[in-house]
């Protein structure tokens, strides 16, 4: 199957889209905002279960 508006001769700039080893090394999570997210999470789902449990 051809694309029809396809142009092979478009140059690709490889820099753009590289990820060094070295910046994924060098990368600080934060965990606390992360723990934060998923406490967060189960928090709504719990406090929206209960609410669906007592209207039954």
Same mark, same amino acid.
Do not use: K, V
């Given at each position: 199957?051809?694309?029809?508006?396809? *142009?092979?001769? %478009?140059?690709?700039?490889?820099? /753009?889209?590289? +990820? $060094?080893?070295?910046?994924? =090394? *060098?990368?600080? %999570?934060?965990?606390?905002?992360? /723990?934060?997210? +998923? $406490?967060?999470?189960?928090? =709504?789902?719990?406090?929206?279960?209960?609410?669906?449990?007592?209207?039954?």
């Amino acid at each position: 199957m051809e694309t029809p508006n396809h *142009n092979p001769h %478009i140059p690709f700039d490889e820099d /753009l889209y590289t +990820i $060094e080893w070295s910046d994924i =090394e *060098n990368a600080e %999570i934060d965990y606390e905002n992360y /723990l934060n997210d +998923i $406490e967060n999470f189960f928090r =709504e789902d719990f406090e929206e279960g209960i609410l669906e449990e007592d209207t039954f």
